[in-house]
């Protein structure tokens, strides 16, 4: 049902890894984890500095909506080609050209003068960052063969969270020192390399079959993929893989001060170590994903994410402790990057290819539900539960998705 690949390659991993197609996944990766937190922690920052009402600050997070709804002018990026560069190439330029272009012009806003023009222009920056988005995943999925996509995915998730963290911490270091404003110009510049790839990187092969409407752009992709069988229990895995996962994540900052760690712990074994730990993982799952496939991942990683919230429980029985702690968060991260990692390969290997924008876009949007619907009463079973009985109830709620697994990426299930 889904493709899958466990025959190791012939071409030694670092040949691979340094490959013009992994290079590019990285670079592409980069450009799109800078843009998303230019419009959440760093705008709050500056507009909190610059004196702005605290409501005003919080609607702001209504700007993010283009990264929910981009599966809506998805179609238009797999039924139209501009005239240069090709049909992902053309519009990645174009993207690009137009986010760089609206960081500047956030950048050159005064918050406190004029807080609803600092809104429209942080709202050009998150659809141009979606748009974005958008075509870097179809040219992703286009570029890498079946056999590449589990190491081009973790390198791409690699370079997201590269650019995010140079545009919160790298961002918010910076404006101690200098304007906000001059920080969004050299966030902006951050973005030229990316720019850069999309003009050396070669186009991907034309496929056939492309829609030749736009009516054909819309309805084709959902009609070729509910024609699949079993669409509607792979749509199902989608929305429960990492329902665990997200559940106690939702709720992992209270925990932490409730069993009595300081906040200097938590900053400094939560995000910082946790990071690198995330970022290890992403990386060591792609290259098992090299070795073992996407399917068997899925279950192997599974099953390290459902164990790793399993700690959260153990560590609420130990107590404040340094050492179970950093040991929780380094299992955590880690399970947690190479789950993520098979998730988004998997995802993109269920893409038609002359679809791939609109059917990746649809997927990306629906993998963002259970992230706010699971995690909304996560507060009220935390409360009412306790912290322990909490967290193996998140352990347990991985089930589903695992149970899935059996259908929609069976162990032995069908290779390339």
Not at 151 to 164: E, K, V
Not at 187 to 213: N, R
């Amino acid at each position: 049902m889904v493709p899958d690949e466990s025959q190791p390659t012939d071409v030694p991993i670092i040949k691979q890894i340094l490959s013009r197609k992994m290079t590019v996944a990285l670079i592409m990766g980069f450009s799109c984890g800078v843009p998303l937190l230019l419009t959440i922690s760093v705008l709050q920052a500056w507009m909190k500095k610059a004196g702005v009402d605290l409501t005003v600050i919080g609607t702001f997070s209504l700007v993010g909506l283009p990264y929910t709804l981009k599966f809506v002018w998805a179609p238009l990026f797999d039924r139209f080609t501009l005239p240069f560069l090709g049909r992902r190439k053309g519009w990645l330029l174009v993207a690009q050209v137009a986010l760089l272009l609206s960081i500047v012009l956030l950048g050159l806003m005064n918050p406190a003068k004029s807080p609803w023009m600092v809104a429209f222009a942080a709202f050009l920056v998150t659809f141009c960052s979606a748009s974005q988005d958008i075509v870097v995943d179809a040219y992703r999925r286009e570029d890498l063969t079946d056999k590449e996509l589990g190491l081009g995915s973790s390198l791409y998730i690699y370079g997201y969270r590269a650019g995010m963290l140079l545009a919160s911490g790298g961002g918010l270091i910076l404006a101690d020192h200098i304007s906000f404003s001059m920080v969004y110009l050299i966030m902006a510049a951050s973005l030229i390399p990316g720019m850069v790839a999309t003009v050396m990187t070669p186009e991907p092969e034309k496929v056939s079959g492309q829609p030749d409407t736009l009516a054909q752009a819309v309805v084709e992709p959902l009609r070729e993929y509910f024609s699949r069988e079993g669409a509607l229990l792979i749509l199902l895995f989608v929305m429960f893989y990492k329902i665990g996962d997200t559940m106690a994540s939702a709720m992992t900052t209270p925990f932490y001060l409730d069993v009595g760690f300081s906040m200097t712990e938590v900053g400094a074994v939560v995000k910082i170590f946790g990071f690198w730990a995330t970022l290890l993982g992403t990386f060591s799952g792609g290259i098992l994903m090299l070795k073992i496939g996407i399917n068997r991942s899925l279950w192997v990683f599974g099953f390290l994410q459902a164990l790793s919230t399993a700690g959260f429980a153990w560590l609420a029985v130990v107590g404040h402790s340094i050492g179970w702690l950093s040991g929780v968060i380094a299992f955590e991260n880690l399970s947690s990057g190479m789950g993520t990692a098979a998730y988004v390969a998997f995802m993109a290997a269920l893409t038609d290819k002359r679809f791939t924008a609109t059917q990746y876009a649809l997927l990306s949007s629906l993998m963002g539900i259970p992230r706010v619907l699971a995690a909304a009463p996560t507060g009220f079973f935390a409360k009412h539960l306790g912290w322990e009985s909490f967290f193996i109830c998140c352990t347990l709620a991985a089930l589903p998705g695992m149970l899935l697994l059996m259908k929609c990426a069976p162990w032995n299930g069908a290779r390339h």
